[in-house]
């Protein structure tokens, strides 16, 4: 499982990028290509285990970045959209009803994406409107990088919050032995 989906989401998206690439180098003609991450490429999903995929989609999120440095210099922008919890037919399966009522509930717009926001957000990066844009990662998920962000934040005030504690209880305890 691990290597097919390395091959389709990063092999795959890397030969066609290159193949491309190598034409519109040739014809010097400027190109935007549009890859498809996903958040996945950057945070870990709760419920489901899928490791495998998160690190294919993690590379292709580095891949963006790589390949938009590289091929500035021909004119040619390289973007990614990582789509969030997304409405698709591979979902639309009963199995998935209680995972996806727990994407829906973390997110604050209540819902799943849709195809047409994915669609559109692709029409922007393949247009003049995003032309001084290259190596950008646009994360499409209806808020739930946003909550993600915060419970970060709080989960790391909380550890310097802990850290700070029991750095205080150590001195008044060592304090206490030496005291007496």
Same mark, same amino acid.
Request: proline share 3%; with cysteine.
């Given at each position: 499982?691990?290597?097919?989906?390395?091959?389709?989401?990063?092999?795959?998206?890397?030969?066609?990028?290159?193949?491309?690439?190598?034409? !519109?180098?040739?014809?010097?003609?400027?190109?935007?290509?549009?890859?498809?991450?996903?958040? %996945?490429? %950057?945070?870990?999903?709760?419920?489901?285990?899928? %490791?495998?995929?998160?690190?294919?989609?993690?590379?292709?999120?580095?891949?963006?970045?790589?390949?938009?440095?590289?091929?500035?210099?021909?004119?040619?922008? &390289?973007?990614?959209?990582?789509?969030?919890? !997304?409405?698709?037919?591979? $979902?639309?399966?009963?199995?998935?009803?209680?995972?996806?009522?727990?994407?829906?509930?973390?997110?604050?717009?209540?819902?799943?994406?849709? &195809?047409?926001?994915?669609?559109?957000?692709?029409?922007?990066?393949?247009?003049?409107?995003? %032309?001084? !844009?290259?190596?950008?990662?646009?994360?499409?998920?209806?808020?739930?990088?946003?909550?993600?962000?915060?419970? $970060?934040?709080?989960?790391?005030?909380?550890?310097?919050?802990?850290?700070?504690?029991?750095?205080?209880?150590?001195? &008044?305890?060592?304090?206490? &032995?030496?005291?007496?």
């Amino acid at each position: 499982m691990f290597r097919r989906l390395l091959d389709i989401n990063v092999t795959g998206t890397f030969l066609v990028a290159q193949a491309i690439a190598q034409q !519109m180098i040739e014809k010097q003609n400027p190109v935007s290509m549009v890859f498809v991450a996903s958040m %996945s490429g %950057s945070i870990v999903n709760y419920p489901q285990e899928q %490791s495998c995929y998160n690190a294919s989609k993690a590379a292709v999120i580095q891949l963006t970045k790589s390949l938009a440095a590289e091929w500035a210099r021909y004119g040619i922008r &390289v973007n990614a959209i990582s789509p969030g919890y !997304m409405d698709t037919a591979l $979902n639309r399966v009963p199995a998935l009803d209680a995972q996806k009522r727990i994407w829906v509930d973390n997110t604050p717009q209540k819902r799943l994406g849709n &195809v047409d926001e994915l669609n559109n957000l692709a029409v922007f990066l393949s247009s003049d409107a995003s %032309s001084y !844009m290259t190596g950008k990662l646009l994360i499409l998920c209806c808020g739930y990088w946003i909550l993600l962000t915060l419970t $970060n934040r709080f989960q790391l005030a909380h550890r310097w919050w802990l850290h700070s504690l029991v750095e205080k209880l150590t001195k &008044v305890t060592k304090k206490r &032995v030496i005291d007496g």
